[in-house]
């Protein structure tokens, strides 16, 4: 009987309609339709504002590395009073100290460090630009690399990209796939990297963001110490990782020509390799450093080599393998100082 | 699979399709749902799916012994072996290891050395919810509130409808089993209000909740923060779990709706309140229901005298608390929410209607009691609670200061704003409400700045994890 009645039920939803639609097509085009035609006026607006001019140029400083790219790029190309210019990977950044390298050196210097992402011919970017905005002013420039630098088999394609994008005043291109795309498509990108990122500051990550607080801030502090930035962090030798077989990538031959292309001549290129936590290195690594850096220096052409700097330093000077802290960047810079103050003798 | 992803954009979208050629027949709309849940759970994880059908089918088949039983002591057996498992499978997945690791701490505080083995569990994403939902219905069918259900399938879409599943609301059987075994109707105005819900629950996610996350892990992830960051760092957590889990709740019941469904409503402008009681009819109220229903009530409510009451409250919103994680930082949010209940509770009793400066004043009181609650709830230990407290003596401003100011203005003012609209217009849908061209004005420009601000990793909601 339980089971008749049951069966009787399910006969009788199977014969119940799911549900009843108690509007048009033309309403449900309105409610549906209509925001999404206003997101794609709106969409079609900022396009349209870009291409005719009336949006700000984009600048898009929406996290560490892109503000980093665009606070180093936008100084290469100010008129400054810097003779000497540093430039390398984010070792070069963090591990010298444009402010006290200038006192030092009694003369004026200004650090252009990227990220190990980019590749020399990037840095060449900046030195060419640099020595184009302040014709006759530059007189030497500092190839600073890490080791760790020297054996990446390939430079990051979304920072190169960025760096291009912002040095010919395009727009970020889509990444992220079907949702970048669209966003992109959409004037997403326009409206972060022409309005929202000139506005509102990004909060930087982890103890990056405790120690320089927001994109702006970063920016401010990067033009308050010519260029140099300080790794917040600690070395942590039990969590390092990776080894110390370091070796000269082959990429860097012909990379290296195209550096030595955009340094202008009369500019004296000097080049050096920065330190490595002392704990992580074999006993051969001072020897291995210098074979390294006389090889690159002769693709580099290279004027002086900065063969006296130490090739590994203790670890509680270090924030992670490849950055001082601020204490070692102190000391690194002493040594640097010396060192060049004998390369640059006249 | 989250709502603030492009997968879930396809899932639904086709989805849709299917529903639409569903329509002519419930069963087959009801299979749709429930395999659909099923797709929509097991894109986590599908080994806890099994997890999901085993509380689905346990409880629909109590709930068909306790209503054919009519002997007290075989239903109370049933109620018992059904709560068990339910409280079991949660006891088991969410708090073993809190257990585990308090037990081991209090034995070493009495001397005795020893070292816990905590087990490597992963927590099933929505036990919490589910778990809640599948005990009310049981509840209600051995209360005889409601007969149980015959209808499987609905039961199962009932307990998996994938607009709520893992986060809420936790819906009552009473209200919400029965839509299933009935042709819903979806209006114009329905199909209104879930567009609008759906975009305002997405803004909130995406535009608030997830551009305020950095800044509240800037300042409780710091090691010594300082006290104004502190008090910045607990007002931008208030906003962004507001509008992390009020904006999925706005989601869940947008969804259903332009499926027909009606979800009850989870947030009524806590950030109104007056008085503690009055936050927690505001705030979660699906939760907050629950545990008056089932656990404040069912312990005898303010039946049994003042300390009793006061006892009851406390109980309840302990409960509560640990209902949201396996940490005491939770049991203590829990126990300073029941303790304003209980303190306020006299003085609301006997006090006489208060003009506009007392109730700003109430207001004050209130929210500065809720943020303190909100410190204690997003520390995560005791220390954390210690050093945060402690901070908030030391008046040192970051260099940082203003562009953290700057930014919490951008990203709460909006909310805001839109709260004080929503509460002077006396209507939560005021917005769906307004002539078509203005509404899709704001619509269009809410598409704008969740396109803007939607992220390449979707974030997950917060109160995923609980």
């Given at each position: 009987m339980g089971g008749t009645s049951a069966k009787a039920m399910t006969t009788a939803r199977t014969h119940l309609r799911s549900h009843q639609c108690v509007f048009t097509a033309r309403d449900l085009a309105a409610i549906a339709g209509a925001p999404l035609g206003v997101l794609l006026l709106l969409a079609a607006l900022f396009h349209l504002a870009a291409a005719a001019g009336w949006?700000?140029?984009?600048?898009?400083?929406?996290d560490m590395d892109r503000t980093l790219l665009i606070h180093q790029a936008d100084s290469s190309r100010s008129r400054l009073d810097a003779a000497v210019i540093l430039v390398g990977d984010s070792s070069c950044l963090m591990d010298v100290s444009a402010p006290d390298l200038t006192r030092l050196l009694g003369q004026s210097v200004l650090n252009l460090g990227l990220l190990s992402y980019l590749d020399l011919p990037s840095f060449g970017i900046l030195v060419r630009n640099y020595a184009h905005a302040n014709?006759?002013?530059?007189e030497t420039v500092v190839v600073l690399l890490h080791p760790e630098s020297l054996r990446l088999q390939a430079p990051s394609a979304y920072h190169r990209a960025q760096l291009e994008d912002y040095l010919s005043g395009r727009d970020a291109r889509a990444t992220g796939g079907i949702g970048g795309r669209l966003q992109t498509a959409l004037g997403a990108n326009l409206a972060r990297g022409r309005l929202v990122a000139r506005l509102i500051p990004t909060p930087l990550s982890g103890v990056y963001g405790r120690f320089y607080g927001f994109t702006h801030d970063f920016s401010r502090w990067l033009e308050a110490h010519r260029g140099s930035a300080i790794d917040p962090q600690r070395f942590d030798r039990a969590r390092a990782q990776g080894n110390a077989e370091y070796r000269l990538a082959q990429r860097l031959e012909s990379e290296s020509r195209l550096l030595r292309q955009c340094v202008p001549s009369g500019v004296r290129l000097v080049v050096g390799l920065t330190p490595v936590p002392?704990?992580?290195?074999?006993?051969?690594h001072d020897a291995t450093c210098g074979r390294i850096l006389e090889q690159w220096a002769k693709w580099l052409k290279?004027?002086?080599?900065?063969?006296?700097?130490?090739a590994s330093m203790p670890?509680?000077?270090?924030?992670?393998v490849t950055h001082l802290t601020a204490e070692g960047q102190t000391l690194f810079t002493q040594r640097l100082a010396a060192e060049l103050q004998t390369a640059v003798q006249p | 699979m989250l709502f603030n992803s492009v997968v879930f954009l396809q899932f639904f979208g086709a989805f849709l399709l299917l529903y639409y050629l569903a329509r002519n027949n419930l069963v087959a709309r009801n299979v749709l749902i429930v395999l659909a849940s099923y797709l929509f759970y097991g894109?986590?994880?599908?080994?806890f799916l099994s997890l999901l059908v085993f509380s689905s089918l346990l409880d629909y088949g109590v709930a068909r012994a306790l209503d054919r039983c009519a002997i007290p002591g075989h239903r109370k057996l049933w109620l018992a072996l059904s709560l068990a498992t339910s409280l079991g499978l949660l006891g088991f997945f969410k708090y073993c290891n809190f257990f585990i690791d308090s037990a081991a701490v209090l034995l070493t505080q009495l001397g005795l050395h020893v070292e816990p083995r905590t087990l490597n569990i992963v927590l099933p994403v929505g036990i919490s919810f589910y778990t809640f939902q599948t005990m009310s219905y049981t509840l209600d069918v051995y209360r005889r509130t409601m007969p149980a259900t015959r209808d499987l399938l609905g039961f199962l879409a009932y307990v998996?409808?994938?607009?709520?599943?893992?986060?809420?609301?936790?819906?009552r059987a009473s209200r919400l089993l029965p839509q299933f075994s009935q042709t819903r109707v979806i209006t114009r105005q329905r199909l209104i209000e879930g567009v609008w819900l759906m975009i305002w629950g997405m803004f909130k996610k995406v535009v608030v909740a997830d551009n305020l996350a950095p800044l509240v892990e800037m300042v409780f992830d710091h090691p010594a923060p300082a006290g104004p960051m502190v008090i910045l760092g607990t007002v931008a957590f208030a906003f962004q779990i507001y509008g992390d889990f009020s904006g999925y709740s706005d989601i869940a019941r947008g969804l259903a709706s332009v499926l027909g469904f009606e979800l009850m409503l989870?947030?009524?402008?806590?950030?109104?309140?007056?008085s503690p009681r009055d936050f927690w009819r505001r705030w979660h109220i699906s939760l907050s229901t629950w545990l008056r229903d089932y656990l404040y009530i069912a312990l005898g409510g303010n039946r049994r005298g003042v300390w009793r009451t006061r006892f009851n409250l406390l109980a309840t919103m302990l409960l509560g608390g640990l209902w949201h994680g396996a940490a005491w930082s939770f049991v203590l949010w829990g126990l300073w929410h029941g303790l304003g209940l209980v303190l306020t509770r006299p003085a609301q009793s006997h006090a006489?209607?208060?003009g506009p400066r007392g109730r700003l004043l109430r207001w004050a009181a209130t929210m500065l009691f809720v943020l303190y609650g909100w410190l204690l709830f997003r520390a995560g230990s005791f220390a954390h609670i210690v050093d945060l407290t402690s901070a908030l003596a030391c008046w040192e401003w970051p260099a940082w200061g203003r562009s953290y100011l700057m930014n919490l203005m951008t990203f709460t003012l909006p909310l805001a704003l839109a709260q004080l609209g929503q509460a002077r217009a006396g209507d939560l849908m005021a917005p769906a409400r307004w002539p078509a061209s203005s509404r899709a004005l704001l619509q269009g420009i809410l598409l704008l700045a969740i396109v803007v601000f939607w992220q390449k990793e979707a974030a997950p909601f917060i109160y995923f994890q609980f």
């Open positions: 949006l700000p140029a984009p600048r898009p400083t929406l014709p006759a002013r530059l002392r704990s992580f290195v074999g006993a051969d290279a004027d002086a080599v900065l063969a006296g700097l130490p670890d509680e000077l270090f924030a992670s | 894109w986590w994880d599908y080994r998996a409808f994938f607009p709520q599943l893992v986060a809420g609301p936790i819906e989870n947030f009524n402008l806590p950030y109104a309140a007056t006489p209607a208060a």
